[in-house]
């Protein structure tokens, strides 16, 4: 299957400080990649949209001037979580669809633990 | 928009048993249907996925059934055995929607 990588896979950071997140796809273009924030416990959460060229479309909730999504090319998105406090400690994933031929399959990256002391 | 609901939440079967978890969507525009598994701390992992076009679709131990009628599509897992042990997310989308999932259902198999 496609690969998508994330980097980096764990940071610990100071409340108040930014953390951006990179997520790419390694050998298809990604048009479309997702954010997720996950719980522990829980479910996926979609936070974000992020369409290669455009901005990003939000979900209900999310906070757009906290959480910056940039997707500046066909294989790379990054999301900046600015001014982190400890209620944004959580493990953020990404995801890339593929929509080459007839398969839309999302295949997602190792995820990001973000942890704010 | 889209609503899916997984159910049971935990699940605990003995090694060699099947286990079956269940959704069910609420936009009946929903075609794709995946199955993705997650072990502690790590990404999740597609292990199947079938489309609106047909009923059934199986992988070895896996299978998958989808009911468009009903609105509601299971996952089928024969032979457990222990590293099958995962939280398992079922998830539904048109295509080019974001993936909507369920709330998994923590499946541990007993040896």
Known sequence: GAVVSQHPSWVICKSGTSV???????????????????FPKQ??????TSNE????????????????????????STLTVTSAHPEDSSFYICS?????????TQYFGPGTRLTVL | ?????????????????SA????????????????????????????????????????????VTLNKTAKHFSLHITETQPEDSAVYFC???ERNTPLV??????????A
């Open chain 1, 20 to 38: 951006k997140i990179e997520c790419r796809s390694l050998d298809f273009q990604a048009t479309t990649m997702f954010w997720y924030r996950q």
């Open chain 1, 43 to 48: 479910s996926l959460m979609l936070m974000a």
């Open chain 1, 53 to 76: 060229g455009s901005k990003a479309t939000y979900e209900q909730g999310v906070e757009k001037d906290k959480f910056l999504i940039n997707h500046a090319s066909l294989t790379l």
């Open chain 1, 96 to 104: 890339a669809r593929d929509f080459a031929g007839l398969t839309d």
């Open chain 2, 1 to 17: 928009g889209e609503n899916v609901e997984q159910h049971p939440s935990t699940l605990s079967v003995q090694e060699g048993d």
């Open chain 2, 20 to 63: 079956v978890i269940k959704c069910t969507y609420s936009d009946s525009a929903s075609n794709y249907f995946p199955w993705y598994k997650q072990e502690l701390g790590k990404r999740p992992q597609l292990i199947i996925d079938i489309r609106s076009n047909v009923g059934e679709k199986k992988d070895q131990r896996i299978a």
């Open chain 2, 91 to 93: 998830a539904a989308s």
């Open chain 2, 101 to 110: 999932f369920g709330k998994g259902t923590r499946l541990s198999v007993i």
